[in-house]
């Protein structure tokens, strides 16, 4: 069964410095996105792509967040300068239409220290 | 933001019982609304969802009813298997857009 992939699986860094977090969805989805959940938290809505661009942010998706479909398969999510506070649980998701479920994978911890 | 909430953080039942997982939600544009299951260190998988439309989906041992008067939605698990045991999430969206708003999730323990 096709399944979104995410990787690295964790990720420890310091902050400030940039982190990308990978995902390549399932082949034939056009809608991508990016949650995250803070320990403890609910899983909250980042960013939604398609078509090569943004189609909705939430306010949590400030300047320091990026997305790219840099070719036909992977989706990445940039932090440009991490903060103590993104570290959480970053999970891709992808769609084949709006009206449809959305798959998630498996998540990336990304630790800020 | 409290769009969607699941009141119970915690729900304990026998095996072969009926669980009951609830969740309301508050925007009444919401048209769809989805069931994830969650295990620790992994992503939330799909199980099941209903469209505003109906008030009833069916499959296998799960059912999601839906009273769009009352603004809830449930999840019914009959009967329960201790591999059920695990996170529950209610989640909504729109037709507008279709960012997912997610409920605080339900453990489920269910009990051998």
């Known amino acids: 069964e096709p399944e979104v992939t995410q990787t690295p699986s964790h990720q420890v860094t310091q902050m400030g410095q940039e982190v990308i977090l990978r995902c390549v969805p399932i082949?034939?989805?056009?809608?991508f996105y990016w949650y995250r959940q803070i320990l403890g938290q609910k899983v909250e809505f980042l960013v939604s792509f398609y078509n090569n661009e943004i189609s909705e942010k939430s306010e949590i998706f400030d300047d320091q967040f990026s997305v790219e479909r840099p070719d036909g398969s992977n989706f990445t999510l940039k932090i440009r300068s991490t903060k103590l506070e993104d570290s959480a649980m970053y999970f891709c998701?992808?769609?084949?239409?709006?009206?449809?479920?959305?798959?998630f994978g498996p998540g990336t911890r990304l630790l800020v220290l | 933001d409290q769009q969607v909430k699941q009141n119970s953080p915690s729900l304990s039942v026998q095996e072969g019982r009926i669980s009951i997982l609830n969740c309301d939600y508050t925007?009444?544009?919401?048209?769809?609304f989805l069931w994830y299951k969650k295990y620790p260190a992994e992503g939330p998988t799909f199980l099941i969802s209903i469209s505003s439309i109906k008030d009833k989906n069916e499959d296998g041992r799960f059912t999601v009813f839906l009273n769009k008067s009352a603004k809830h939605l449930s999840l019914h698990i009959v009967p329960s298997q201790p591999g059920d045991s695990a996170v529950y999430f209610c989640a909504a969206t729109n037709n507008a857009g279709n960012m997912l708003t997610f409920g605080g999730g339900t453990r489920l323990m269910v009990k051998p």
């Open positions: 925007n009444s544009m919401f048209d769809y």
């Open positions: 998701a992808s769609t084949s239409s709006r009206q449809e479920t959305q798959y």
């Open positions: 082949s034939n989805h056009l809608y």
